[in-house]
């Protein structure tokens, strides 16, 4: 599944989805993502309420279902769930810095906190299921403990496959400059992320000895950018007929009701930079109504 110098799909709370992923594929079929994270008591009590619990996987070619959790047996067993609904390697988050997820439920970046407990869950997931796990982290809690180094140890003697780094503490959430460090000699792949969004980003961090590249937030309004990086496809000549694509795909998955009010930041994030966009934005997070929507984005775009 790995191949050297590999493009990857970040997996992004409230965008990864499976309409997203649909969108993406359009114009990177073969390309490596992620679903969004997946809370391993939300999976394995099957919350009806929560869609992606019940997602297959088997039209989605090179999908990484990625769960995060503080309970070494729900994380085995959400794993074996996502095995069999066709994912095609288990992602174990170990970064994401919200409160909710990283301190109040011991999970996500807490993890880089307790190593111990972090290789009892990564072993617990490999013995569980047949296909290769990775882990996502970040460079440390804070700045006084960028402690990655070790807790990618931990993860090769626990028999992960690959990991992705990205370049901020939990400290740091989302701000400030990602700051990648040189990759040192490992066992197994390191994929770097974090504000990496150009061809040149790209090049960057594969001079500093990454072994592939994970694009995050420069997906958001840009299905497409992942196609450009790796050179399938150039930016559609009509952003709005991808709009309307994305949206049907979104009616079809959520119900009208819902889909309308979750495509409103997909609409903002896609016509960002664009002439009179902030009057478009304003108009569209007052919609409620399918035609109406469709007949905006086609206006806006003239399509």
Known sequence: MFIDKQIFG???AGITDKPFRKMVRMFAPSVLLYTEMIS?????????NCLRNFDRYDDEGNIGAQIFGADVNLMAEAAKILQDAGAAWIDINMGCPVPKVATRSGAGAHLMRDHKLAGKIMGSVVKAVDIPVSIKTRLGWDEEHKNWQDLI???????ISFAALHGRTRAQLYLGQSNLPQKPDLKIPLIANGDIKNKDDVQYAFGLGYDGVMIGRALLGKPWILGELGGFCKKPDNVG??????LDLMLE????????????KHAA???TG????AEFRIKVNQMDNESVLKSAIREFWGC
């Open 10 to 12: 970040a997996p992004l």
């Open 40 to 48: 391993c008591h939300s999976l394995v009590e099957g919350h009806k």
């Open 153 to 159: 140890r931990v993860a090769i003697d626990n028999g």
């Open 241 to 246: 007929t991808v709009v309307l694509q994305h």
């Open 253 to 264: 998955y959520y119900g009208n009701k819902n889909a309308i009010q979750m495509f409103r």
């Open 269 to 271: 994030w896609y016509s």
């Open 274 to 277: 664009m002439p009179n966009s």
